[in-house]
């Protein structure tokens, strides 16, 4: 019976349904199961002089021979476990292939069919990309196999282009640090687009000699997800000797190679991809150009707008993390960013796959000059959040704050610092601090330190709120200086330094409360600065040591530091320290033991209690 179905198979190894008849070409009476096909058979029929409006199923392999066949109007070619190979498939309108019976050995010409269904399944083996360790060439040429296959793909109506089991190298160095020219040499996504990865799935750069590199880009893209999947930098085996780019400057630091690079894009989210060992940064936010001087874009350029990187990791990034330059709401949440810039570099070499700065899990770089009292924005970056996320192992710090606006960090995990330069309207809630402990055995020294930028008279860094975080085990917990500060609400455990108060105007600091069983340890200290209205009220400070040790604090005589309403309590009955200060006010409190102050002038201590 079998050979008898087979044989008959042969005859009629597809049917042709015509919407005006209904024609039957086999018989009823003998039926075919599935398992009586044979996809390696070769067709018993041609595509050629097919009639117009067909749906054909392959089920059986069929050779073209190198011939151009031309297909009329409305074919509709279904896969059912066969194929099609070497030849030309010329299409007239209304065509429909389904992306399984597309393959290298075929050329599509006339009219593109449309693909049955809009999810394409990329099979490395059926395009002719080899996986594994290979040559420059053939990487090079897997880039452009992968590029052409999403561009097709993207043209004949797939919306997904899923990648299943694959691991492949890519050629996408570039001699230009420029964003648009090192995209265009990369695994470049097209808008309204999604590329779905699974776990298997892998995608090196090929290890190459240039100081520059994207390994998967967006350059003025819109409507586009990336899911899944893990992207591989070069760091460990690029080579980093001298090198000049292609304008014939020197560009020996090789620290612009990034996996994933974003230049232009809205409504981009990123979610579930594994990030790692960039020779520059792991993930990057940039505009398609820098902007105009006064901080708008220029004519056909984009900002990139509503960015989302969640449930991913980015690790061992040799600069940072991820670089956020330019951009208007970007959200990183749920995410692991670890081990960025670590490696000491080996003597007598100026530059290997060590860590390069600035070496920070999320580095705000906004480029932005003053030139004679004018300022010029080449780039802005402003709202964003960051939600959720895991900051271990990151040699400088978690994150640093250059030049931003409009940030929130939020229900974090940090072991290292927070930190800042120029920066405003930022909010720093929810948050678990705790302090690794570096190599020399010490904890790591900050938490969130946050310094004065002044430029002609005008403070650059202000407008902070800081609440219900929780510190613990730092050097210096948290150390503050700047305009318009809000601090409340926060726990600090254990620090041996807890809240500085650097140069402030206009700060208030309210229901915090520090606690520690260090021998040694401070709860509010100074190390020098003026400060304008900042009022500390209604705090619990117990600890070993001084609740209070002030040094060098000069105050506004109208507006002086002042203490009310706190609980300060020495465990080991040890007095507060004021040293070199002016104009504090430390009124209503409960304090359990007395002062030591030096040269200072208009302090004044009254109305306190003991416990």
């Known amino acids: 019976m079998k050979k008898n179905a087979l044989k008959f198979l042969s005859l009629i190894s597809f049917f042709i349904i015509i919407s005006c008849s209904k024609e039957k070409l086999a018989t009823d009476s003998e039926v075919i199961t599935e398992d009586e096909i044979d996809v390696n058979a070769s067709c018993g029929f041609s595509l050629e002089n097919v009639k117009p409006n067909s749906i054909i199923k392959i089920n059986c392999m069929m050779d073209l021979q190198g011939k151009v066949i ?129 776990d298997e799935t892998h995608l090196r750069v090929q290890p190459n000699e240039a100081h520059s590199y994207v390994l998967v880009g967006i350059y003025k893209g819109e409507n586009i997800n990336v899911i899944g999947g893990n992207l591989y930098g070069d760091r460990w085996e690029h080579d980093y000797s001298p090198v000049n780019d292609i304008k014939d400057r020197p560009r020996n630091t090789h620290e612009w190679g990034h996996v994933f690079q974003i230049a232009g894009g809205k409504n981009v989210i990123v979610d579930g991809v594994t990030i790692s060992n960039a020779s520059g940064d792991g993930f990057g936010v940039h505009g398609s150009a820098i902007r105009n001087e006064n901080g708008l874009p220029g004519s056909n350029e984009v900002v990139s707008q509503n960015v989302v990187l969640r449930n991913s990791t980015v690790t061992k990034s040799r600069r940072n993390g991820l670089s956020l330059l330019d951009g208007d709401g970007i959200t990183i949440e749920n995410c692991f960013i670890t081990d960025t810039g670590q490696g000491k570099k080996p003597q007598g070499v100026e530059y290997s796959s060590a860590g390069t700065w600035p070496k920070y899990g999320i580095s705000f770089e906004a480029w932005r000059v003053r030139v004679d009292g004018k300022l010029k924005e080449y780039n802005k970056i402003e709202n964003v959040t960051l939600k959720g996320n895991t900051f271990t192992g990151n040699t400088a710090g978690d994150v640093v704050l250059y030049t931003c606006s409009k940030i929130t960090i939020e229900d974090n995990f ?105 021998s040694i340890s401070f709860g509010y200290f100074t190390r020098g600065g003026t400060h304008k209205n900042v009022n500390i009220h209604d705090e619990i400070i117990k600890l070993n040591y001084r609740p209070i040790n002030l040094r060098k604090v000069k105050a506004d005589t109208n507006a002086p530091l002042t203490f009310t309403n706190c609980e300060m309590i020495s465990l080991d009955n040890k007095d507060n320290f004021i040293e070199n200060c002016e104009n504090i006010s430390i009124t209503n409190n409960m304090i359990n033991t007395g002062f030591i102050i030096n040269n200072s002038q208009n302090v004044n201590i009254e109305n306190n209690t003991t416990p």
Not at 115 to 130: Q, S
Not at 159 to 174: C, H, L, P, Q, W
């Open 70 to 198: 031309n297909l009329p109007k409305g074919i509709t070619l279904l896969y059912e476990g066969g194929n099609i190979i070497n030849g030309t498939l010329h299409f007239s309108n209304d065509g429909v292939i389904n992306g399984n019976l597309l393959n290298s050995t075929i050329t599509i010409t006339g009219i593109k069919p449309q693909l049955e269904k809009n999810v394409f399944h990329f099979y490395p083996d059926r395009w002719g990309l080899i996986e594994g360790r290979v040559s420059d060439e053939v990487a090079k040429k897997n880039k452009e196999i992968i590029n052409t296959s999403i561009k097709n793909a993207k043209e004949m109506g797939a919306t997904t282009f899923e990648i299943g089991k694959m691991n492949a190298y890519f050629d996408v160095r570039s001699f230009l640090d420029n964003s648009k020219y090192s995209i265009e040499r990369s695994i470049w996504l097209p808008s309204d687009f999604t590329l779905k990865m699974s």
């Open 414 to 518: 940090f072991d290292s610092r927070v930190g800042n330069v120029a920066a405003f309207d930022i909010i720093i809630k929810n948050n678990h601090f705790k302090a690794r402990i570096e190599e020399d055995g010490k904890p790591y020294n900050y938490g969130i330190n946050i310094n004065s930028k002044i430029i002609e008279g005008k403070e650059l860094n202000y407008n902070y709120s800081i609440h219900n975080n929780k510190i613990e085990g730092y050097g210096n917990a948290m150390i503050l200086s700047g305009k318009d500060f809000k601090v409340y609400d926060n726990e600090f455990l254990n620090n041996a330094n807890a809240v500085g108060i650097g140069s402030i105007d206009n700060g208030e600091f309210y229901q915090n409360k520090i606690e520690s069983n260090l």
